[in-house]
């Protein structure tokens, strides 16, 4: 078993690769640009150059993979294309497990930011390469933002209103997906991963808090307020409405992931939010 992890020099897909080094798993991290994890060179982990729309360079770092880990792109509109082309590659380098970090629920979730992804798993089950699908919840540290902003104000903003975020950090995705990579039986399993204690946004805040030693507050906008505060703090209009559309959709339960999936692919439970923000200041 040879298990790759595309854009290893990425945050998630680091922690993968560091993950699965310590599975004793020797993991090769293929990254665009390889200089960013050096280091990970240095400690003996086979580092490979390959961009997700290069097929020479994919076929160079794919050769004798057996079980690959694609990490979602992150050029929004470009992604769906890149996808393809990292799928197609592993067709012809005879990659027998392919995994894929999706969203929670893609196939129905009406959040903006699940559009590529429902795409990208369609052509991935179409494809030659069994498929296993972590469709991973919220990250705490898609807070950090917030917390600075808690910090300097003593209030951080949202449009989530009184719905629950099923958050983990981003540490405890990177371990289920290595435990995954290096299980049996996992072609055709769809994982719904979620932290095991879902806060609303005012517990957020109360997590803040606690981590800050002063009050927090949560302002609940609604989606066009919150939007407009985005834009304003500098963030593009595109961007806002997407960020602005999946606080919203936390109202309706798009991130309360209740399966417990994630918990039993850790065998503990997930990091909470207050130890995230705690380690990060």
């Given at each position: 078993?040879?298990?790759?992890?595309?854009?290893?020099?990425?945050?998630?897909?680091?922690?993968?690769?560091?993950?699965?080094?310590?599975?004793?798993?020797?993991?090769?991290?293929?990254?665009?640009?390889?200089?960013?994890?050096?280091?990970?060179?240095?400690?003996?982990?086979?580092?490979?150059?390959?961009?997700?729309?290069?097929?020479?360079?994919?076929?160079?770092?794919?050769?004798?993979?057996?079980?690959?880990l694609?990490?979602?792109?992150?050029?929004?509109?470009?992604?769906?294309?890149?996808?393809?082309?990292?799928?197609?590659?592993?067709?012809?380098?005879?990659?027998e497990?392919?995994?894929?970090?999706?969203?929670?629920?893609?196939?129905?979730?009406?959040?903006?930011?699940?559009?590529?992804?429902?795409?990208?798993?369609?052509?991935?089950?179409?494809?030659?390469?069994?498929?296993?699908?972590?469709?991973?919840?919220?990250?705490?540290?898609?807070?950090?933002?917030s917390?600075?902003?808690?910090?300097?104000?003593g209030?951080f903003?949202?449009?989530?209103?009184?719905?629950r975020?099923?958050?983990a950090?981003?540490?405890?995705?990177?371990?289920?997906?290595?435990?995954?990579?290096?299980?049996?039986?996992?072609?055709?399993?769809?994982?719904?991963?979620?932290?095991?204690?879902?806060?609303?946004?005012?517990?957020?805040?109360?997590?803040?808090?606690?981590?800050?030693?002063?009050?927090?507050?949560?302002?609940?906008?609604?989606?066009?307020?919150?939007?407009?505060?985005?834009?304003?703090?500098?963030?593009?209009?595109?961007?806002?409405?997407?960020?602005?559309?999946?606080?919203?959709?936390?109202?309706?339960?798009?991130?309360?992931v209740?399966?417990?999936d994630?918990?039993?692919?850790?065998?503990?439970?997930?990091?909470?939010?207050?130890?995230?923000?705690?380690a990060?200041?």
């Open positions: 078993m040879t298990v790759a992890v595309t854009g290893a020099s990425g945050q998630l897909g680091r922690l993968v690769v560091e993950a699965l080094a310590r599975k004793g798993a020797a993991p090769i991290a293929i990254a665009r640009t390889p200089e960013r994890i050096a280091d990970l060179a240095e400690r003996g982990i086979e580092v490979r150059r390959a961009a997700y729309d290069d097929p020479d360079q994919l076929d160079a770092a794919l050769a004798g993979v057996t079980r690959l694609l990490v979602s792109g992150n050029e929004f509109g470009q992604r769906v294309a890149q996808h393809t082309t990292v799928l197609r590659a592993a067709e012809r380098a005879g990659v497990l392919l995994a894929y970090t999706s969203i929670p629920a893609a196939d129905t979730t009406p959040l903006i930011l699940a559009n590529e992804h429902r795409a990208t798993e369609e052509i991935l089950r179409a494809g030659e390469v069994p498929l296993v699908l972590l469709r991973n919840g919220w990250y705490w540290e898609n807070y950090l933002g917390l600075r902003q808690a910090e300097a104000t209030a903003a949202g449009a989530a209103a009184d719905g975020v099923a958050g950090a981003r540490a405890d995705y990177a371990e289920a997906a290595a435990t995954v990579l290096t299980a049996d039986d996992q072609g055709g399993r769809v994982y719904e991963l979620g932290g095991d204690q879902p806060l609303t946004h005012a517990e957020l805040a109360d997590a803040m808090a606690a981590a800050l030693g002063t009050p927090v507050r949560y302002e609940n906008l609604g989606r066009a307020g919150y939007a407009a505060a985005l834009v304003a703090s500098g963030l593009p209009a595109p961007a806002a409405e997407v960020f602005a559309d999946s606080d919203a959709g936390v109202e309706t339960g798009a991130l309360d209740t399966t417990g994630l918990v039993k692919l850790l065998g503990r439970p997930a990091a909470t939010a207050e130890s995230v923000f705690r990060a200041l």
